[in-house]
């Protein structure tokens, strides 16, 4: 067994141990609202519930350990002492991952991610509609942890009014574990599904992804395609150049029959086929392609 003094490491490296050894972390959908009405949205797995009564829920939007700035999630909840935690299921974890890139300020996670917002009751920031479980909060107090990269900001919410989507409650309107469909994350780009096991979804930290906002609207309107279909098509940097288009299209002889078929639903069930294999580029080549 190694033995491993914090402070002889360096912080990305124990930050890697620590999210890979302590897991699986539930995950808060952060939406929040600057001084001026802006709307912000983040993920964080540093987070969990601490009481019952009164409803607290707490998450740490970390510095940066790179440079050792602050995260507009935890600016905005200094400004405004208001959130909403919206809990990630299964079929919102791609946008989910989308939402984390980090945006220019200014730039509405809502649109990149292509999630809807939905007005709150009691608070300013925006619900996600497709979250199933959706926690309206106060702050009641923010604790920083330290002043370096990596140093945790520990936020203490009260849960002023929750939302639960009726779909996923059982006979006796609790909460159905299989149908809520709970991720959670673990190290690196691995998650755990609750009620199947581990996956991967490539996290993009050094990238933009052009958004789902960017993708075409008869593919963000097909009904072939789900919300974990836009998010993969949204997390793509750059899209292929028609070069590497017509060379996809000249050498593949399954997706040139369904081009000449002229059949729109017929590509975009092609197109699928790429991305349930997370072939995200190839994907994006036939859609392109039908242009």
């Known amino acids: 067994m190694i033995t491993i003094d914090p402070k002889t490491i360096p912080t990305a490296k124990m ?27 983040s993920p964080f797995s540093f987070f969990n519930v601490f009481s019952a009564n009164p409803p607290i829920l707490v998450f740490s939007p970390a510095r940066r350990v790179r440079d050792n700035s602050i995260k507009h999630t935890l600016m905005n909840c200094e400004a ?8 990630v299921n299964y079929d919102l974890v791609q946008q989910t991952s989308l939402a984390s890139t980090e945006y220019a300020t200014g730039v509405d996670e809502f649109i990149k991610s292509g ?11 925006f619900r996600v509609k497709e979250s199933p479980v959706q926690f309206e909060c106060k702050v009641t107090q923010i604790i920083a942890l330290g002043n370096e990269g990596g140093a945790g900001n520990l936020i203490l919410c009260e849960v002023v009014k929750m939302h639960i989507d009726e779909t996923i409650l059982d006979e006796n309107g609790a909460i ?8 959670s994350r673990l190290g690196g780009n691995w998650y755990s599904r609750s009620n199947q096991g581990l996956f991967e979804v490539p996290k993009p930290l050094a990238t933009l992804g052009i958004g789902v906002d960017a993708i075409p609207k008869e593919v963000r309107s097909s009904a072939v395609f789900d919300g974990n279909d836009l998010g993969k098509l949204g ?18 002889f399954s997706v040139k029959a369904v081009l000449s078929a002229d059949d ?28």
């Open 235 to 252: 997390n793509i940097e750059a899209l292929p150049t028609p070069e590497e288009v017509s060379i996809f299209v000249s050498n593949n």
């Open 80 to 87: 405004t002492k208001e959130v909403v935690i919206n809990v």
């Open 264 to 291: 729109l639903e017929k590509v975009h069930l092609e197109a699928k086929k790429y991305l349930n294999d997370d072939d995200v580029v190839s994907a994006w080549k036939v859609l392109l392609a039908k242009k």
């Open 115 to 125: 999630l809807t917002q939905v007005a709150s009751d009691l608070v300013k920031p």
């Open 176 to 183: 159905d574990q299989y149908k809520i469909d709970l991720v």
């Open 15 to 41: 930050q890697g141990y620590l999210q890979s050894s302590i897991g699986p972390r539930p995950i808060a959908f952060a939406s929040t609202m600057d001084g001026d009405g802006n709307p912000n949205l």
